[in-house]
């Protein structure tokens, strides 16, 4: 069975500029999250989608936004970057609610 | 609201010494309990989770949690330490309350160094 699919695996960009990411995740699985993960701030909960609606959202300000497709693929979107943005981005996928989460390798995002 | 917290954000042990990692939790309700590995540049990997029934908890790699609701911790050992044991560990909490989802709260993480 494929594990959870993060993409890309790393991704430089500019202060203003937006991004996307990509995670695919296990066959069968519904829940996606997704973390930001910082020296300074530690894993942090970004939001979670479940059958294509946000069930559970973190703090964080708007401009970090996320959608979930039919097949349970799911983006998220990080627009007007900033230099504080840069992270290791984590998704992990749950078949169910309260069901162990399975985490891809995540995105490094780096803003320069 | 939960929270996590970690005691000890480096830990150095012993090739063979026992493995201690401590963590304790807030939650006005008694929490789903995890514990989870990363490696460098690598994804968190599940190694014991307490949801319910017996408090001890045995994972993967020799590793073990018991869940003491009175004393609200869930510390992690391993009674012999191995140089592949080198990584970060987080303890996490999730609710049990359907409204929660799957959200999971992290502690800060403890990193562990073993010394052949």
């Known amino acids: 069975k494929a594990g959870v699919t993060q993409t890309p695996r790393y991704l430089i960009k500019t202060r203003g500029q937006q991004v996307t990411l990509s995670c695919s995740p296990i066959?069968?699985?519904?829940?996606v999250s997704w973390y930001q993960q910082t020296p300074g701030q530690g894993l942090q909960f970004l939001f979670e989608?479940?059958?294509?609606?946000?069930?559970n959202k973190g703090n964080f300000p708007g401009r970090f936004s996320g959608r979930q497709f039919s097949n349970s693929r799911s983006e998220m979107n990080v627009s007007t970057l900033e230099l504080g943005d840069s992270a290791l981005y984590l998704c992990a996928s749950s078949f169910d609610r309260n069901t162990e989460a399975f985490f891809g390798q995540g995105t490094r995002l780096t803003v320069v | 609201a939960q929270s996590v917290t970690q005691l000890g954000s480096h830990v150095s042990v012993s090739e063979g010494a026992l493995v201690l990692l401590r963590c304790n939790y807030s939650s006005s309700v008694p929490p789903y309990l995890f514990w989870y590995v990363q490696y460098p540049n690598q994804g968190l990997q599940l190694l014991l989770k307490?949801?319910?029934?017996?408090?001890l908890v045995k994972g993967i790699n020799g590793f073990e949690a018991e869940f003491k609701k009175s004393e609200t911790s869930f510390h992690l050992t391993k009674p012999s330490a191995h140089m592949s044991d080198a990584a970060e560990y987080f303890c996490a909490v999730s609710s049990p309350i359907k409204a929660a989802g799957n959200k999971l709260t992290f502690g800060g993480g403890t990193r562990v160094l073993v010394k052949p």
């Open positions: 989608y479940f059958s294509e609606t946000q069930r």
């Open positions: 307490y949801t319910t029934g017996a408090t």
């Open positions: 066959s069968g699985h519904r829940s």
